[in-house]
Each structure stands twice: as structure tokens, then as C-alpha cells.
């Protein structure tokens, strides 16, 4: 009979959460920190991609999840003045769950609480003392014989040095109007690379009936101040040159406060984990949203981490957790630098490539069906062979 653990979890975010869930499950005693006095979600929409829905589907929050999302059949982006297609990706026969954040936490968190998992509010986390958690409120829990770092992006505890990119975004949520855009893609505008709009809708909220759109604007990282100090009225007409079915969304942006900007960065720990302590989501690594995969790596990682506690003594299960995402993760980072400056990035030349070259050859075989595999989430493994009794059934729901 396995031993059962006492684990520490910094971070009720999407991975903090999922691993809770899955762990307790296990009959492991888990008890989650988070820094807020009621645990909240920061951000708008997101996509869960198949192998994220796997995930939430093994801890019971899938069928929530697909209640108040909107299913994504397509992404597609079109060059802002000729119109024409520079992005087409297809889920085929599958699908991307677009949720808003608050919408997706409610589902995990609502996992959580059916689970005998303790959740210790108001507790910032500041360090790690072996196999204690020290707190900004100068007390300390522990000893733990395993601390999960899902803190994500600021986290405390991981060694990660991550390295900023030059383009983030501001994000809004508005309510999805009368309008000609489907309710079943990704829609995407780009002028050169420098200019990028993009409006997906995501369900609905908690506790609400209304349908929700995300909409997001391309922005360098440190133009935020000037972005404010040209005033609302002048970028709402910039975007509405630009894109004139946008008109519906703007008119509901009414102040610039409505508008939160994000901020990216790019990075990977080559060893996400150490001595009694796993890093997992944002922790762990880093990357453009670009690819639409962040919240997936986040419940891949929690779920990794399980299988392989599930599996292996716990000295054995951190280094097979990070053999297991290995290779998934370093694909996805690696695809992200790739792709991330052909859309973001003050280049003309790489436009031109996206635009002449590389999306007339995205649409023909093999190209298509790469693609396809890459937003589903499942162009390699997404466990390694930590469970390879597992894949072939993963692959044939994904």
C-alpha cells in the first residue's frame, strides 16, 4: 500500500486546483494555499484544448465546464485590409473549449470543495523552508512531505528566470452582441504584426445566462501608459478602421479601466522539481498565448504529477514527472518562440512569410493535419509514456 503523502499546494489557480483534486483522490492529504481572502481567477477568456478537457473530465468538472463554455470549432485570421485568410486551423473532428476564467475556476473550485481538501485562505506565500511554507504573515505551515509550486507567474518559489517579451495585450470581456462573427471560431485580425484583434466567444459566467466574448488588442509590453494617454476615443476609432464588424463589441467599452493589459514572458526550468518540491503551470514554464495551450500545460502538469505519484515512491515520482512532460512541454515552448513573432513583433518581413509562404502551405496535407494536432494539444504525448496504457484511449478521445 503507497504511503500517503501530506502535500502542501502554493496557488489555487487552474494547476493548484487540479492537482488538489487529483490528489485527493489518491487519498493523499492536501491542503491548498492561496494569497487572496476569497481564491479568485485574474483574466478573461481562455481555451481548453482536448487534452485539457481530459483532465477536467478525470476530476469530475468537465461536464460544468462544457455547460458554461462555447465550443471552438476554428481558428481563423484574416489580414485586416485585403481580408484575406492567414490563419485557418481546423479542430476537425474535435473541438476547443473557449471559458471565461471565472467560469473555469468555479468548475475546479467546485471539484475542490467536494473533496476533503483543506483551502487556507489569506496566506501569501514568501518562501520555502524545507519542508516548510513560510507566509507574508510571518507564520509557517508544513512539514510537508511534498510542496506543489502552482503560484504561478510570480511565483516565490521557483528558480525560473524567464525572458520578457516585447508584446503582451489588453483583454476585455463584453457581452456577445447581435452580430455576423460565429459563435463557433476564434476570429483574428492582423495588420503586418504589429496590429493584432482578436474576439472569441466564451460562454457564459457564473450564475449568469448572458453570452460572453472575449476581445483582445496586440500591444507592446511597455506601451501600456502611452496606450492610455491617447485616450479611449482614438484607439476605439483605430479599431473600428480596422476592423469594422468590431463596432458592436467597442460600443460596450465605455472606459479604459475596462481594458487590463497582459504581459508575457518565455521560459522553461530544465529540472521542475527538486527536494520535496514540484513546480507545475506557469512555475514551471513560461510562453506566449499564442497557441492557446497555457491553462492546458497547467492541468497536464497537475496530472502528470499525479499519475506519477500514483505509480512511484515519491523519490521516484518527481523525477518521472518531469520525464513525463518533458518532451510535450519542450515542443510547445519551442513552437511558441517559433510562431509568437510572426504575430507579435514589429518585423515586416516575417508577415510577408506568414502571409505569402507559410499559410498557403498550412491549408495542404501535411501541413493541416500538423496544425490540427498542435491546438488540440496532442502533437506529442501529452504524458510522455508515464502511463502508456492510458494513450491509446487519450488519443482516440482527443
Same mark, same amino acid.
Given at each position: 500500500?503507497?504511503?500517503? *503523502?501530506k502535500?502542501?499546494?502554493a496557488?489555487?489557480?487552474?494547476?493548484?486546483?487540479a492537482?488538489?483534486?487529483?490528489l485527493?483522490?489518491?487519498s493523499?492529504?492536501?491542503?491548498?494555499?492561496?494569497?487572496?481572502?476569497t481564491?479568485?481567477?485574474?483574466g478573461s477568456?481562455?481555451?481548453?484544448?482536448?487534452v485539457?478537457?481530459?483532465?477536467?473530465?478525470?476530476?469530475?468538472?468537465?461536464?460544468s465546464?462544457r455547460?458554461m463554455g462555447r465550443n471552438i470549432?476554428?481558428?481563423?485570421g484574416?489580414?485586416?485590409?485585403s481580408?484575406r485568410?492567414?490563419l485557418d486551423v481546423?479542430?476537425?473532428?474535435?473541438y476547443?473549449?473557449?471559458?471565461?476564467?471565472?467560469?473555469?475556476?468555479?468548475?475546479? =473550485?467546485?471539484?475542490?470543495?467536494?473533496?476533503?481538501v483543506?483551502?487556507?485562505t489569506n496566506?501569501?506565500?514568501t518562501?520555502?523552508?524545507?519542508?516548510?511554507?513560510?507566509?507574508?504573515?510571518?507564520?509557517?505551515a508544513?512539514?510537508?512531505?511534498?510542496i506543489?509550486?502552482?503560484?504561478?507567474a510570480?511565483?516565490? *518559489?521557483?528558480p525560473?528566470?524567464a525572458?520578457? &517579451?516585447?508584446y503582451?495585450?489588453i483583454?476585455?470581456?463584453?457581452?456577445w452582441p447581435k452580430?455576423?462573427l460565429?459563435?463557433?471560431?476564434l476570429?483574428?485580425?492582423?495588420?503586418?504584426?504589429?496590429?493584432?484583434?482578436?474576439v472569441?466567444?466564451?460562454?457564459?459566467?457564473?450564475?449568469?445566462t448572458?453570452q460572453k466574448a472575449a476581445?483582445?488588442?496586440?500591444?507592446?509590453?511597455?506601451?501600456y501608459?502611452d496606450?492610455?494617454a491617447?485616450?479611449?476615443a482614438?484607439?476605439?476609432?483605430?479599431?473600428?478602421? #480596422?476592423?469594422?464588424? #468590431?463596432?458592436?463589441?467597442?460600443d460596450?467599452i465605455?472606459?479604459?479601466?475596462?481594458m487590463?493589459m497582459a504581459r508575457?514572458?518565455?521560459?522553461t526550468?530544465?529540472r521542475?522539481f527538486g527536494?520535496?518540491?514540484?513546480?507545475?503551470?506557469?512555475? $514551471?514554464?513560461?510562453?506566449?498565448?499564442?497557441?492557446?495551450q497555457?491553462?492546458? =500545460?497547467a492541468?497536464?502538469?497537475?496530472?502528470?504529477?499525479?499519475?506519477?505519484?500514483?505509480?512511484?515512491? *515519491?523519490?521516484?515520482?518527481?523525477?518521472?514527472?518531469?520525464?513525463?512532460r518533458r518532451?510535450?512541454?519542450?515542443?510547445?515552448?519551442?513552437?511558441s518562440a517559433?510562431?509568437?513573432p510572426q504575430?507579435?513583433?514589429?518585423?515586416?518581413?516575417l508577415p510577408?512569410v506568414?502571409?505569402?509562404? &507559410?499559410f498557403? #502551405?498550412?491549408?495542404l496535407?501535411p $501541413?493541416?493535419?500538423?496544425?490540427?494536432a498542435?491546438?488540440r494539444?496532442n502533437? *506529442?504525448?501529452?504524458?510522455?509514456?508515464?502511463?502508456?496504457?492510458d494513450?491509446?484511449?487519450?488519443?482516440?478521445?482527443?
Amino acid at each position: 500500500m503507497k504511503k500517503r *503523502l501530506k502535500i502542501g499546494i502554493a496557488g489555487a489557480g487552474i494547476g493548484g486546483l487540479a492537482a488538489a483534486a487529483l490528489l485527493a483522490d489518491q487519498s493523499h492529504d492536501v491542503t491548498v494555499f492561496d494569497q487572496f481572502d476569497t481564491p479568485k481567477p485574474v483574466g478573461s477568456g481562455l481555451v481548453i484544448q482536448p487534452v485539457g478537457r481530459r483532465v477536467l473530465d478525470a476530476i469530475g468538472a468537465g461536464h460544468s465546464a462544457r455547460a458554461m463554455g462555447r465550443n471552438i470549432h476554428r481558428m481563423l485570421g484574416r489580414e485586416m485590409r485585403s481580408g484575406r485568410r492567414v490563419l485557418d486551423v481546423s479542430y476537425g473532428s474535435s473541438y476547443g473549449l473557449a471559458i471565461h476564467r471565472a467560469a473555469l475556476f468555479q468548475c475546479l =473550485m467546485d471539484a475542490v470543495i467536494a473533496r476533503p481538501v483543506r483551502l487556507a485562505t489569506n496566506h501569501s506565500v514568501t518562501r520555502r523552508d524545507a519542508a516548510y511554507l513560510e507566509f507574508e504573515q510571518q507564520d509557517r505551515a508544513g512539514p510537508f512531505d511534498l510542496i506543489i509550486d502552482a503560484s504561478g507567474a510570480q511565483s516565490q *518559489l521557483s528558480p525560473l528566470t524567464a525572458r520578457a &517579451l516585447p508584446y503582451g495585450a489588453i483583454w476585455t470581456t463584453v457581452d456577445w452582441p447581435k452580430t455576423d462573427l460565429s459563435l463557433t471560431e476564434l476570429s483574428q485580425r492582423y495588420r503586418r504584426a504589429n496590429r493584432m484583434i482578436g474576439v472569441m466567444p466564451i460562454g457564459v459566467m457564473p450564475g449568469q445566462t448572458t453570452q460572453k466574448a472575449a476581445l483582445f488588442w496586440s500591444l507592446p509590453r511597455e506601451s501600456y501608459d502611452d496606450w492610455r494617454a491617447g485616450g479611449l476615443a482614438a484607439w476605439k476609432a483605430e479599431a473600428h478602421d #480596422l476592423w469594422p464588424a #468590431l463596432a458592436p463589441f467597442l460600443d460596450q467599452i465605455t472606459s479604459q479601466d475596462q481594458m487590463v493589459m497582459a504581459r508575457y514572458s518565455h521560459g522553461t526550468l530544465r529540472r521542475p522539481f527538486g527536494n520535496g518540491i514540484a513546480h507545475i503551470g506557469d512555475a $514551471a514554464h513560461r510562453a506566449s498565448p499564442q497557441l492557446g495551450q497555457g491553462a492546458n =500545460m497547467a492541468l497536464l502538469d497537475a496530472w502528470a504529477l499525479s499519475e506519477a505519484l500514483r505509480y512511484f515512491p *515519491l523519490e521516484n515520482a518527481l523525477p518521472a514527472y518531469a520525464r513525463a512532460r518533458r518532451g510535450h512541454v519542450m515542443a510547445y515552448q519551442s513552437m511558441s518562440a517559433t510562431f509568437t513573432p510572426q504575430y507579435q513583433s514589429d518585423s515586416r518581413i516575417l508577415p510577408f512569410v506568414r502571409d505569402r509562404i &507559410l499559410f498557403p #502551405l498550412s491549408v495542404l496535407p501535411p $501541413a493541416k493535419q500538423i496544425l490540427t494536432a498542435l491546438v488540440r494539444g496532442n502533437i *506529442l504525448p501529452p504524458l510522455g509514456y508515464l502511463t502508456p496504457q492510458d494513450q491509446p484511449a487519450l488519443l482516440n478521445e482527443i
